[in-house]
């Protein structure tokens, strides 16, 4: 089974500033999906961005983008020029690839991320 | 669309009753799944659905039934409540089958709150 680990329960970042959320998984398939989801105060899950394993080339959305790390199994998430609307708990998820899988997202535990005027 | 809806956003029960939790997307999708958060934590799979009338248990099924008898519906069924049920639950769903495209991006519904005292 995968295990999906977010070591940071806790951050804070500065407005207009850089800051790196950590993830890292286990699992013994070789292709896969990984995201990361922001939970703002609303509850609401909100895709950021998605990396498909295969691809060696880090994904990127606007000011979200990611360093995925194969072989160490790290995939951490850099929100640069940080905004008060990026406070939120942020979640790394994993899915495998197989069609016939279930599809079902793994979940790590969360990271607040708190941003400060 | 309206994406994924679940009634209610709220609810109390005692130990002991029951209550269904309602999941409907209008996105045709043939994926659908019941996740749980609990405080602190990541999501959970309850139960997941691959079709109308197919479905099957997740990673934390006990205390919780589910059917899928039509493609926009995924209702969630607590027979008997007890106080390790309180949490807040999520309902999302994805196209699934053979697409792979986007990693299958799943859609959540916007959670209910349940408290079992």
């Known amino acids: 089974a995968q295990t999906v680990t977010q070591s940071q329960p806790e951050m804070s970042v500065q407005e207009a500033e850089t800051v790196t959320l950590s993830c890292t998984y286990d699992t013994s398939e070789s292709d896969y999906y990984l995201f990361w989801y922001k939970q703002p105060p609303s509850r609401q899950m909100i895709l950021v961005i998605r990396q498909e394993a295969y691809k060696q080339q880090n994904a990127t959305e606007n000011r979200f983008s990611v360093n995925f790390q194969k072989a160490a199994k790290s995939f951490s998430l850099k929100i640069s020029d940080s905004q008060l609307g990026d406070a939120a708990m942020y979640f790394c998820a994993y899915r495998s690839l197989p069609s016939g899988s279930a599809r079902q997202l793994t979940f790590g535990s969360g990271t607040q991320l708190t941003v400060l005027p | 669309n309206a994406g994924v809806t679940q009634t209610p956003k709220f609810r109390i029960l005692k130990i002991g009753q029951s209550m269904t939790l309602q999941c409907t997307q209008d996105?045709?999708?043939?994926?659908m799944y019941w996740y749980r958060q609990d405080p602190g934590m990541g999501l959970k799979l309850i139960y997941y659905?691959?079709?109308?009338?197919?479905?099957d248990k997740g990673e934390v099924p006990n205390g919780y039934n589910v059917s899928r008898s039509t493609t926009e519906d995924f209702p969630l069924r607590l027979e008997l409540a007890a106080p390790s049920q309180t949490s807040v639950y999520f309902c999302?769903?994805?196209?699934?089958?053979?697409?792979?495209?986007?990693?299958?991006?799943?859609?959540f519904g916007p959670g209910t709150r349940l408290t079992v005292l």
């Open positions: 999302a769903s994805s196209k699934g089958l053979a697409y792979n495209g986007n990693g299958d991006e799943q859609f």
């Open positions: 659905s691959v079709g109308a009338g197919i479905t």
């Open positions: 996105m045709n999708h043939n994926y």
